[in-house]
């Protein structure tokens, strides 16, 4: 059988080996690929686009050109994008850096604005994600500044106030049907440092890991010390993830909480209040561990894996990140599982005192390692078919890795600049960002009643016909006389060719899992397809060659 797919495999290698794209669609295997549908929301333009597999858009939802990611946008199962966005022009911001945001919008599938809501001014930023709930309410983190006489009260060694301010940061839960904050979280609530004995928080860092040193600055004093870059959040243990890259760590926090005990240590269920109930990736950052200690490099997309899809799954309840500065010229993206003690809702320390596990679970890398680098951007998304979904954001560059680490998709942003590229441009570094790209089954309930015909292209000039070359059934017409109909059928499958003696046919899901094999010296076959799932299916003639059709509806 793996000699049979591999045969496959290489068909389509070598369809699209001719085609030499540059941006675009630039590689797919179907029989190995999650068939889905890909959102995106790159940089410097204004537009949140839905691609298929093949590279084509599906759905639009334009904004006013004046607009850019400020940075994410999910798509709900009801159909409505949640998106945050910033005007392009912050030259007068009060607090401005990059992952900079400034609104949040919910619009319905029509692009219809349903909800606003706006934070930018001289005391708080949106910026970089949100996180939205199961129950309709958002989480949102914004940059909050803290004057230079507060960071000193607090501990904040002064050699390090180079611009005599700080941006701390403040997590919230904001209600859209009421527009109230229903819930938030401020880390300037918890703190600790061992510089001035006088001042606020003072005591030793080491014994306390589950509050924030104050003083621990890899950023050259800049205001924007923590720089969270990316939350997520856990239904299931009602829990908020956040990415702190310039600590090189993930902090979880207990939402379990009221306002009030976020604001100190104890309450919730982990009776902890609104301290860190985990933290991981580097040890250094509360003066604990050593060097081989540390695991995370700038992070980026951390994230819960507690989808319900993949609750089979052996990485259910670990954390995925990509780890963009892992190493000099390369990236890898990583799922670590914490020991979680559901009793005590506590996540569990090694006898060394820190938070395990010890190490990563799995680390992925391209089979080029090089193709996969970014220092800052950049997603990991776990598939239902056990690949990986990853984006290096710098190059907007996606791909989709098996758990052998074949490539057998490939994607680069089609833009520079935020404009068109043209079929044939070589696009080099940040010449079109892409913060994230996520990937939805084509049988998502946002999708249904929806029309997802193909509405063109992103890039100019786009090869039209790269996807009809591994996915027409007419390339096998000629040469077997091959006929597959009713098509797209409900019940039944008639399948009609002629060809020599034993030949094989075989017809595999989406996912390259072989649903029906037949040897035959030519002639009709009747299949009956009432079971299958809905979707696309692949046949394949004497093991080498492959065309696409629609089964069901």
């Not at 809702?345 to 010890?358: E, F, M």
């Not at 309930?445 to 992103?458: C, M, Q, R, Y």
Request: with cysteine; net charge negative; hydrophobic share 35%.
């Amino acid at each position: 059988m793996l000699r049979y797919l591999l045969s496959l495999s290489l068909l389509f290698c070598a369809l699209f080996a001719t085609t030499q794209n540059t941006i675009g669609l630039l590689s797919y295997e179907p029989n190995k690929t999650f068939d889905g549908y890909n959102i995106i929301f790159p940089h410097n333009q204004p537009n949140v686009y839905l691609l298929d597999n093949c590279g084509e858009i599906v759905h639009t939802w334009e904004d006013e050109a004046n607009f850019r990611p400020g940075n994410t946008a999910y798509l709900m199962p009801n159909g409505n994008l949640v998106k945050a966005k910033r005007d392009a022009v912050v030259t007068d911001d009060a607090i401005w850096a990059g992952g900079g945001g400034e609104t949040i919008e919910i619009r319905d599938w029509e692009n219809e604005l349903i909800w606003s809501y706006t934070l930018n001014n001289e005391t708080y930023r949106l910026h970089h994600d949100i996180a939205p709930m199961p129950n309709g309410h958002i989480i949102a983190v914004a940059w909050e500044l803290k004057t230079r006489e507060e960071a000193i009260q607090a501990g904040r060694d002064t050699s390090t106030l180079a611009q005599d301010k700080l941006w701390s940061e403040y997590i919230f839960e904001i209600d859209p049907e009421t527009d109230e904050i229903v819930w938030e979280w401020h880390i300037w609530d918890h703190l600790i440092q061992d510089f001035d004995v006088t001042k606020d928080n003072f005591g030793v860092v080491a014994d306390h890991p589950e509050l924030v040193n104050i003083n621990y600055d890899t950023h050259d004093g800049h205001p924007d010390w923590l720089h969270i870059n990316a939350m997520d959040y856990s239904f299931e243990r009602d829990q908020i993830i956040i990415s702190v890259p310039y600590f090189d760590e993930v902090w979880i926090i207990d939402q379990t909480t009221t306002t009030e005990q976020a604001s100190g240590s104890t309450g919730g269920f982990g009776n902890k209040g609104g301290d860190l109930m985990y933290r991981w990736g580097n040890p250094a950052a509360y003066n604990s561990g050593t060097a081989d200690d540390r695991k995370l490099f700038f992070q980026h997309d951390v994230q819960f894996i507690d989808d319900f899809v993949l609750g089979s799954n052996p990485n259910y309840n670990s954390i995925a990140v990509f780890n963009n500065r892992v190493g000099e010229d390369f990236s890898t993206a990583n799922i670590f599982r914490p020991d979680w003690d559901m009793y005590k809702s506590s996540y569990l320390t090694g006898p060394d005192g820190l938070y395990l596990p010890t190490d990563h679970t799995i680390t992925l890398t391209h089979p080029i390692p090089q193709k996969m680098y970014s220092t800052g951007l950049s997603s990991i998304q776990l598939l239902p078919n056990d690949n990986y979904l990853l984006t290096s954001g710098r190059f907007g560059y996606s791909f989709e890795l098996t758990p052998e680490n074949e490539v057998v998709w490939e994607y680069k942003t089609p833009l520079v600049g935020g404009f068109p590229a043209t079929q044939g441009d070589t696009l080099a570094i940040n010449n079109n960002l892409t913060f994230r790209m996520k990937r939805f089954p084509k049988n998502y309930s946002a999708f249904e009643g929806k029309d997802l015909t193909s509405k063109g292209w992103i890039e100019l000039e786009p090869n039209e016909t790269l996807c009809d070359k591994i996915l027409d059934v007419e390339l096998l017409e000629d040469e077997y006389n091959l006929t597959l109909y009713p098509n797209p059928t409900s019940n039944y499958l008639v399948v009609d060719w002629e060809a020599g003696m034993y030949t094989y046919l075989d017809i595999y899901n989406a996912q390259g899992q072989k649903v029906s094999s037949l040897m035959r010296t030519g002639g009709r076959v009747y299949l009956d397809v009432s079971e299958w799932e809905a979707g696309v299916y692949f046949v394949q003639i004497d093991k080498v060659k492959a065309a696409k059709f629609v089964v069901k509806r």
